[in-house]
């Protein structure tokens, strides 16, 4: 049996990296719910999967950099509602300092709604929060959640942590003009990697993500995103936030002397191999 079963176990596999860093003296971040969330399965596939452990920086600066980024659009964008797709065992609306008239609302499959509310059932969120249980593979769904979601604000931050990778890119155009289709759909956060780390995260995994495949990969961003009705509003590195945060990745110094020495068009493919991407409507 490989370590991931389905899409679903992404989330207790990340979960234990978030539980991971908040156990640390120096904590970037602390996720006091993350081990719970995760449980004996998020231990099983970090223990199992190969590199299991080297790979917690990237969620873990991830993490970091997607607080640091909700927090300052709340606070100085107006947001008056977040809607996270795909939210997993995120515990943000828990853990985060939010505004109590945020509303927070989180998508996802309904075994994974069910799990999270049963597991975090008596926690007081920060905020207004909404778990609504659908399949946002199923486009008449989405299209009438979004519709009636946007309805019902003014200025919407959308998150989609950790899924684009695992959407084609026809269903990643799909997902960016429905999106879009909602005039107070404003921002869009995400994390995408080039199609260099693409076929690096599938030749490292392989058959273990069988059951979860990463397909999605792009290179240009502004000319992927903005034909979709999205520019890029600000992009983080996530080796140069990793550097920023001291969470880089194992050899990162020898990452760092390779990008010195190297000629500046080579230097800035390798920063934008992954990041973290604040999308505005156009």
């Known amino acids: 049996m490989p370590p991931i079963e389905n899409v679903s176990d992404t989330a207790r596999w990340v979960a234990i990296y978030r539980a991971m ?3 640390r003296p120096d904590a970037i971040f602390r996720d006091p719910f993350a081990r719970r969330l995760a449980g004996e399965r998020g231990e099983e596939i970090v223990a199992t999967l190969k590199q299991g ?3 917690a920086w990237a969620m873990i600066v991830r993490t970091a950099i997607f607080d640091e980024i909700i927090r300052e659009r709340v606070a100085s964008g107006g947001v008056d509602l977040v809607v996270y797709l795909a939210a997993g065992l995120d515990a943000r609306p828990w853990r985060l300092e939010l505004p109590a008239s945020l509303r927070w609302v989180d998508v996802d499959f ?3 709604i069910e799990y999270k509310t049963a597991l975090l059932r008596g926690e007081t969120p920060r905020c207004r929060y909404e778990a609504i249980p659908a399949d946002l593979t199923n ?3 989405r299209d009438a959640l979004f519709t009636q979601l946007g309805a019902s604000a003014s200025r919407v931050l959308v998150i989609s942590e950790g899924l684009l990778v695992y959407l084609d890119a026809e269903q990643v155009k799909e997902l960016a003009r429905a999106l879009h289709a909602v005039p107070t759909f404003r921002w869009w956060l995400a994390d995408v990697g080039n199609q260099r780390l693409l076929k690096m995260l599938q030749k490292q ?3 273990a993500m069988d059951r979860a495949p990463m397909k999605f990969g ?5 000319g992927f995103f903005g034909t979709l009705g999205w520019r890029v509003a600000q992009f983080r590195s996530a080796i140069l936030e990793a550097r920023r945060l001291r969470r880089e990745m194992r050899m990162g110094w020898f990452v760092r002397f390779m990008m010195r020495i190297s000629p500046r068009e080579k230097r800035k493919e ?3 191999m992954s990041g973290f991407v604040l999308f505005e409507r156009t």
Do not use: C, I, K, N
């Not at 792009?218 to 502004?222: A, P």
């Open 110 to 112: 309904p075994p994974m």
């Open 205 to 207: 995994w392989g058959s």
């Open 21 to 23: 860093e908040s156990e």
């Open 270 to 272: 390798v920063e934008r």
């Open 139 to 141: 486009a008449a769904v």
């Open 53 to 55: 452990r080297a790979t």
């Open 218 to 222: 792009v290179d240009d961003l502004d």
